[in-house]
């Protein structure tokens, strides 16, 4: 496939932590060895995002393209890359590994010492197009649209291995009802699992959404479900959040922190952990992990809910996810 070159192309960058956004043209290289030149179709903004640009992760590569959601479509490809033009691809969170290390060589490449990460050290898909490692780029299930499947390649495939690190939980807790809690309830509830949905207390639009994606119970989040639960996976960004929910589970529970980010985890009885109760967090992904849910998510099937914005809205997109004035996933739609 031969080279074109685009000269230039519209992004939306971050130059310094605390933000906005600005909107910029920059120049694009062809791609080399490996690559591939997307444009991007949409882009999920993902809470990450917003930890970026708040300083909440450690030495960002700046100036950035965020974005690790991306849906797009092949323009043009490096050597060893024979993929064809118009093609439709997804680049996830994880964007490069060095394959050596301790972690790559034993199925953790989510752990690599050397990683780089989409939309974080590497530009992402805030933008008209994206550069992109082909061994990184996953193909999508075809009954969704370039929106609808975006918030897979990131909320999907992160709660999807929160979900797997919570085992086969028959009564499984979601904390923080969010674009990750809205898919992996329909997969929990596909495997069969009675998902037990916990949102900011009084937040009655998120629980009755909650409701409508199948969850048996839905409520506030410092309250008590029904039943004690088998496991919880934690998306909010709430280390307070801790506490509550290992005294919502019952003993040789798990509990799972899917956020990159969390707030501080107070201090609490050691009874509450107890019991062989188990917390860990869930870091990134594999490409085993993307190529097994994207694969599932089309026979579930996983119905996302997407709320679209311009490019150019990206900043209003990130208040309105700061603000919890969401239902469902945000999405950029370049051009
Ligand atoms: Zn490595
Ligand atoms: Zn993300």
Wanted: aromatic content about 6%.
């Amino acid at each position: 496939m031969s080279t074109i070159a685009v000269h230039q192309s519209e992004c939306m960058r971050l130059h310094r932590v605390g933000g906005p956004l600005a909107a910029e043209r920059r120049d694009l290289p062809a791609p080399q060895a490996g690559q591939a030149l997307l444009r991007v179709r949409a882009c999920g903004v993902c809470r990450t995002d917003l930890h970026l640009v708040d300083g909440e992760l450690p030495e960002p590569r700046l100036p950035i393209v965020p974005g690790h959601e991306i849906v797009g479509e092949v323009v043009a490809c490096g050597s060893g890359v024979h993929w064809s033009a118009g093609a439709r691809v997804g680049v996830p969170w994880l964007g490069h590994t060095c394959g050596r290390c301790r972690f790559c060589t034993s199925g953790q490449e989510n752990l690599c010492d050397a990683a780089l990460f989409t939309g974080y050290q590497l530009d992402g898909g805030y933008a008209e197009h994206v550069l992109a490692d082909a061994r990184y780029c996953f193909e999508l299930p075809h009954e969704l649209d370039d929106a609808h499947a975006a918030p897979l390649l990131c909320a999907g495939l992160i709660g999807y291995r929160s979900l797997r690190m919570a085992g086969d939980a028959e009564r499984l807790g979601i904390y923080g009802f969010g674009a990750a809690a809205h898919i992996i309830a329909q997969v929990a509830r596909w495997r069969g699992q009675e998902v037990y949905a916990f949102t900011r207390p009084g937040d009655a639009p998120a629980q009755r959404f909650a409701l409508e994606l199948g969850a048996r119970w839905a409520g506030d989040s410092d309250r008590m479900p029904p039943e004690p639960l088998d496991a919880a996976i934690i998306f909010a960004p709430v280390g307070a959040l801790v506490p509550l929910a290992l005294k919502a589970l019952r003993k040789g529970g798990v509990l799972v922190c899917g956020g990159i980010h969390m707030s501080d985890i107070p201090a609490m009885p050691y009874n509450l952990l107890w019991g062989e109760r188990v917390v860990r967090s869930v870091a990134n992904l594999t490409r085993r992990d993307a190529i097994e849910f994207l694969d599932l998510a089309a026979r579930a099937p996983v119905r996302t809910h997407v709320e679209t914005f311009a490019l150019a809205d990206a900043n209003e997109a990130l208040e309105r996810l700061r603000a919890g004035r969401l239902t469902g996933a945000a999405v950029l739609l370049p051009g």
